[in-house]
T-cell receptor
Framework: GAVVSQHPSRVICKSGTSVKIECRSL??????MFWYRQFPKQSLMLMAT?????????EQGVEKDKFLINHASLTLSTLTVTSAHPEDSSFYIC????????????FGPGTRLTVL | GQQLNQSPQSMFIQEGEDVSMNCTSS?????WLWYKQDPGEGPVLLIA?????ELTSNGRLTAQFGITRKDSFLNISASIPSDVGIYFC??????????????FGTGTRLQVTL
């Protein structure tokens, strides 16, 4: 199998607070994990690529100090949205890539973030 | 970031009909993946393609890796109501080197009527 979980599934927070989202690969080891953001009726946009034990690589236009990524183990990556604002409200999805499979990514169920 | 052009943008079909959608790019890809996303869920991998010209089936789904390596199509035969959702193509560009990140298509929203 290739199951990825995310927690929480939904979160509502006040503007200015920080929110942490966890991404876990449940039945495989993920050397690389990816974080995406998806706005309503739009496609997935890659935010950053995270390799276990090293710093994340951020896509152009994504603020690394605002979206903190930690990939401390082969089964867990976290995304922290710091000082969240209403424009950060979105659907955040992570994916994991099996160590032995270079091209396929397996996605989590997503986290709906609403910033008031 | 770059996105792949996917068409059609949306489709309304009757149950039992066949569906065809495609994905095109100006860049060359060495991997094509097709995903289905239900509302409020993450994408689920349907088919993976690794070679130009490759034709792969998964049940009622068939996908092909275009010979030019710049396109791919997905066919769904005899559609059923649970086929409703958004279908995304995704590819890994040749010029990303060792990076394994994917570029996603704009999506095709499929509605099936009884």
């Amino acid at each position: 199998g290739a199951v990825v979980s995310q927690h929480p599934s939904r979160v509502i927070c006040k503007s200015g607070t920080s929110v942490k989202i966890e991404c876990r690969s449940l039945d495989f080891q993920a050397t690389t994990m990816f974080w995406y953001r998806q706005f309503p009726k739009q496609s997935l946009m890659l935010m950053a690529t995270s390799n276990e034990g090293s710093k994340a690589t951020y896509e152009q236009g994504v603020e690394k100090d605002k979206f903190l990524i930690n990939h401390a183990s082969l089964t867990l990556s976290t995304l922290t949205v710091t000082s969240a604002h209403p424009e950060d409200s979105s659907f955040y999805i992570c994916s994991g890539q099996k160590t032995a499979s270079f091209n396929e990514q397996f996605f989590g169920p997503g986290t709906r973030l609403t910033v008031l | 970031g770059q996105q792949l052009n996917q068409s059609p943008q949306s489709m309304f079909i009757q149950e039992g009909e066949d569906v065809s959608m495609n994905c095109t790019s100006s860049s060359i890809f060495n991997t094509w993946l097709w995903y289905k996303q239900d509302p409020g869920e993450g994408p689920v991998l349907l088919i993976a393609l690794y070679k130009a010209g490759e034709l792969t089936s998964n049940g009622r789904l068939t996908a092909q890796f275009g010979i030019t390596r710049k396109d791919s199509f997905l066919n769904i035969s005899a559609s059923i109501p649970s086929d409703v959702g958004i279908y995304f193509c995704a590819g890994r560009r040749v010029d990303t080197g060792t990076a394994s990140k994917l570029t996603f298509g704009t999506g095709t929203r499929l509605q099936v009527t009884l």
